[in-house]
């Protein structure tokens, strides 16, 4: 398996693994809307025997209350079906945060399933004082601190791109 960045040819197969991955196109209409619209992204795909079997996209987030905190959000993270549960999501995980450091982002917010996301170094975004503008359960609102002392002194409301908001 190789992991590297998105490549405009990728575009429609990116497309169609989100769709595979969550049964709807709603997560595809949002990596289409944030390669768009958002500055900065960074979308990573897994390729496997020459074929595209995952992708990750990271977007900025603005942190309401802490306007200088440069962070960005893991969403969607999408593996097809047939090669879920085979190390291709973590892959992608970690190559991605590894990404977003490289970039100067000092931390990666998630709303995501709270049994998955701490082994990558992710916790409550409350236990660090953010919250997220769904008003999801803090279980599933996460951050994980890419460089160390980041998160120190800063709180408040994260809020994402517009093209979530859309979905």
């Known amino acids: 398996m190789r992991i590297r960045r998105e490549e405009s040819q990728d575009i429609q197969q990116i497309r169609a693994i989100n769709?595979?991955?969550f049964g709807t196109d709603a997560e595809a209409n949002i990596v289409d809307a944030l390669r768009?619209?958002?500055a900065d992204v960074i979308s990573l795909i897994a390729e496997d025997d020459?074929?595209?079997v995952g992708h990750i996209m990271f977007?900025?987030?603005h942190v309401v209350g802490?306007?200088?905190l440069r962070a960005m959000a893991l969403a969607p993270l999408a593996v097809i079906p047939q090669h879920q549960r085979t190390g291709i999501g973590s892959a992608l995980v970690r190559a991605g945060l590894e990404e977003c450091r490289r970039s100067g982002a000092g931390?990666?917010?998630v709303v995501g399933h709270p049994s998955y996301y701490p082994?990558?170094?992710f916790a409550a975004g409350s236990r660090f004082g953010f919250n997220c503008e769904f008003g999801v359960p803090d279980e599933v609102f996460m951050v994980a601190e890419l460089v160390p002392g980041t998160l120190a002194g800063h709180s408040g409301t994260v809020r994402f791109n517009e093209a979530f908001r859309n979905a």
């Open 59 to 61: 977007s900025p987030v």
């Open 66 to 68: 802490a306007p200088d």
């Open 19 to 21: 769709i595979a991955a």
């Open 119 to 121: 082994r990558f170094g």
């Open 36 to 38: 768009s619209e958002a």
């Open 107 to 109: 931390a990666v917010f």
């Open 50 to 52: 020459g074929r595209l």
